[in-house]
């Protein structure tokens, strides 16, 4: 897993950003973000607040670190022993789970490829070669 305060940390050090105006702007002390450096979770609407500001989503590193540390099997084995915290529109089975795991996935996929084909008219256009 991820150590949070260590990534917000880096963070701020990479950014120059002094700890200072780091701490008014996500209104606490300079005491406090070291505080935050040092845990390893965080309160979520604290994490939105300094994604915002040092322009990170940390949710997105939290999510990747979460789907690298627990694959697909695990999930859906801690989906089955809790059903009804875990349902999805009324799907409570591992099948169903399955299977929307399974759809979720091929739409990441597709987005990649979205994004990477934007990426790609992006350059060309930076190169001027869309405009010839």
Known sequence: MIHIGKKIEEVVRLKRFPIVEFARKINTTRNNVYNIFSRDSIDTEL??????ILEVDFFKLLSD?????YPTETILK???????VYSVS?????T???ELIVL????NEQLKEHLS?????????????LCK
């Open 117 to 129: 084909d934007k990426e790609k008219i992006i350059s060309l256009m930076k190169k001027g070669e």
């Open 65 to 69: 670190s979460y789907e690298t540390a």
């Open 96 to 98: 169903s789970l399955n």
């Open 78 to 84: 801690i989906a089955q022993e809790h059903p009804a």
């Open 104 to 107: 979720l996935q091929k739409e």
């Open 47 to 52: 994490l939105r607040k300094i994604s915002f």
């Open 90 to 94: 009324g799907a409570k089975t591992a």
